[in-house]
């Protein structure tokens, strides 16, 4: 692609680094935004820049926030017996879009994934086992999707914590195999947390 302006250039090499965008739309993208009001460019660039500089991951359950515990985790009425692990931020969203779940979330970060050298030390899951041990969590509810890396988390997951007095369970599988938890709708999902299984039943079936 030729260009007439450097500056032009830059902007559409950057753009086009992010995910799903080749050259073509990223052009396009950027000469919209040229098109647009200054002031508007303006904020969009700032929004970027004060999300990367000041945005934090709660230190209790790894969910992307503003503070050091995330609204969710501060909340009293939330029931901090009972945690639901998911993998990442669209999780938590999808979730709490259902109004079916009162208690906490532990956000893993990832899924273990051997073939993109993903292993347990790589994601969140250590936290996860201490918060275990010291007692204060009575449900793990498992609801990482039913792909075959969700499948060994959770299993691993369980091995770890499987010598504590603590129940695990996993979202009912209304949930079509290979579908991630944000594409699916929010009556099927909270049907799913509510009609959770034993995780022990899920392994055998
Ligand atoms: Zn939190």
């Given at each position: 692609m030729e260009f007439s302006s450097k500056l032009l250039e830059k902007a559409v090499n950057e753009m086009s680094?992010?995910?799903?965008?080749?050259k073509r739309t990223a052009l396009r993208l950027v000469l919209h935004l040229l098109r647009q009001p200054g002031n508007q460019t303006i904020e969009l660039a700032d929004a970027l820049r004060n999300m990367r500089s000041e945005i934090k991951f709660c230190k209790?359950?790894?969910?992307?926030?503003?503070?050091?515990?995330?609204e969710i985790c501060k909340n009293?009425?939330?029931?901090?017996?009972l945690i639901c692990v998911v993998e990442d931020i669209r999780d938590v969203m999808a979730i709490e879009n259902t109004s079916s779940f009162k208690g906490l979330y532990h956000v893993l970060g990832g899924k273990i994934s051997p073939m993109d050298g993903?292993?347990?030390?790589?994601?969140?899951?250590q936290p996860l086992v201490e918060k275990v041990k010291q007692g204060k969590v009575k449900e793990l509810i498992f609801a990482?999707?039913?792909t075959m890396e969700g499948d060994t988390t959770n299993f691993y997951i369980y091995k770890q914590i499987q010598e504590f007095d603590i129940t695990t369970s996993t979202i009912a599988r209304g949930i079509s195999v290979g579908n991630e938890l944000e594409y699916t709708d929010e009556v099927t999902l909270g049907r799913s947390i509510i009609n959770r299984i034993p995780f022990e039943v899920s392994l055998k079936s």
């Open positions: 680094q992010l995910p799903g965008i080749g209790s359950c790894n969910n992307i926030s503003d503070s050091e515990l995330c009293p009425h939330r029931n901090e017996e993903i292993g347990p030390n790589d994601l969140n899951i990482l999707g039913s």
